[in-house]
């Protein structure tokens, strides 16, 4: 076959189009708007949920050119190396899914352009293992099924494998990492779990596998048991690895450094943070100057890493944003804990939106008297009388309600300000 009619007639060449404008509606939809910008880790993780689109189109090609072979008995009858005959089918393919790749990586590195490193090699090494595998299962497809029937187990298993895994309650949450094609969405704090990355490339090297089986074994039986017992071993090493992960496969990022000390606060950034350093440190000793006055005693380390250095004060900061929101954000973060269960019969609704409103006002976030304005009577009735207290009466109020905050409780007594009027009167 002569190589322009290997083109034309390849099924992926005729799925480009539709390919490419797939993955450009995806970046453009999700990626683009909500993921975090100027940090390469989260463009390149993004940039390779693409594959849920190209690796569909690859096994799709393959499945077509393997049924094509097998039709013609070429292996049968070449004298050539079998792996050098298919890898020449597979051209058209390959082309087609690295084009539609690399549109999906350029498009998702506009958000980190100019940011410190670049491309996170590993991440993409995942993605094009997780690519030559699915490759790989078309070609076992196309070899072991008639052609029809291969196209359509094709198309309803990597439907199964990369959209019913990642969107159906059916499969528990770690099943989507499988794939390769959910490797998480790190802010500049995080990093891919590695368990993640593992599981994809073990369950890659298990479909590359059966098409290795396929493409070498000479004997069909043999092919038609090794393959999908390749596949199953390495799905089920990688169900093993993943088992452990949930909704979110992100780890914290270790390895940032600290400034010294400035008034008694020390700052530790990313470099990500690098072209607002002198803005950001200067907010965060601010804002903890306005904390320590009220007597609450945050930590004299100011982290954005989240683990990192022991007994800091985690706050996150994420680049190219106006430093005084966001740190004036992170401090109310900070002494805010998470939202407790919906199983709470009791919940302390008044406490938690009367010490939000506080927070948000003591630190001066852009939205503080919006949200003042919109809370109901009585929340807003205590947090007047809150702010006409001293700052260290504002504090220890705070600290009286704070442990209610994380209990299924109703409000306490010690919500009203008043309680602490004597004590900031004597």
């Not at 190396?81 to 690399?102: F, I, S, Y």
């Not at 100019?114 to 993409?124: C, K, Q, R, S």
């Not at 094609?181 to 890659?204: I, M, N």
């Amino acid at each position: 076959m002569t190589t322009r009619k290997r083109w034309i007639t390849s099924l992926s060449l005729w799925l480009a189009l539709p390919m490419i404008a797939f993955v450009v509606s995806i970046n453009m939809e999700d990626g683009l708007q909500f993921a975090t910008r100027g940090y390469w880790l989260t463009a390149t993780t993004v940039a390779s949920e693409a594959v849920s689109v190209t690796g569909v189109v690859a096994a799709l090609g393959a499945t077509w050119e393997a049924s094509r072979l097998r039709r013609a008995r070429v292996l049968a009858i070449t004298s050539r190396n079998r792996l050098l005959v298919v890898a020449e089918t597979l051209v058209p393919t390959v082309v087609v899914v690295l084009m539609g790749t690399l549109v999906s990586y350029a498009m998702m590195a506009t958000i980190a352009l100019g940011a410190p490193g670049g491309p996170a090699w590993h991440v993409i090494a995942v993605n094009l293992a997780a690519l030559t595998g699915i490759l790989g299962w078309g070609l076992f497809l196309g070899f072991a099924l008639p052609p029809t029937l291969a196209l359509a187990v094709c198309l309803a298993s990597t439907y199964v494998w990369y959209f019913v895994t990642a969107g159906s309650g059916s499969f528990p949450l770690w099943a989507r990492y499988l794939s390769g094609g959910f490797l998480g969405d790190p802010s500049v704090w995080g990093a891919v779990d590695p368990r993640a990355l593992g599981a994809a490339l073990v369950s890659a090297l298990g479909l590359a596998a059966a098409g290795l089986c396929a493409v070498l074994l000479r004997d069909r039986g043999r092919a038609l048991l090794a393959g999908p017992l390749a596949v199953v071993m390495a799905v089920g090493v990688g169900c093993w690895v993943a088992r452990p992960l949930d909704h979110h496969p992100v780890v914290p990022r270790t390895g940032i450094e600290c400034d010294a000390p400035v008034g008694g606060v020390t700052v530790c950034l990313w470099p990500e943070l690098a072209a607002d350093h002198e803005a950001l440190v200067s907010e965060v000793v601010r804002q903890h100057r306005t904390f320590s006055a009220l007597g609450l005693e945050p930590p004299s380390t100011v982290s954005a890493a989240m683990e990192e250095p022991e007994g800091s004060m985690w706050i996150p900061l994420v680049p190219r944003a106006d430093p005084r929101p966001v740190v004036a954000a992170g401090f109310v973060e900070a002494f805010m804990p998470a939202a407790l269960p919906d199983s709470c019969e009791d919940f302390p609704e008044n406490t938690v939106v009367t010490v939000l409103a506080w927070l948000r006002t003591v630190a001066q976030t852009p939205d503080h008297e919006e949200y003042r304005a919109s809370i109901p009577a009585e929340p807003a009735r205590y947090l007047d009388g809150v702010l006409d207290l001293p700052p260290r009466a504002q504090g220890e109020w705070y600290l009286a309600n704070r442990p209610v905050l994380e209990t299924c409780s109703p409000d306490p007594d010690t919500l009203d300000p008043r309680h602490f009027e004597a004590g900031a009167t004597s």
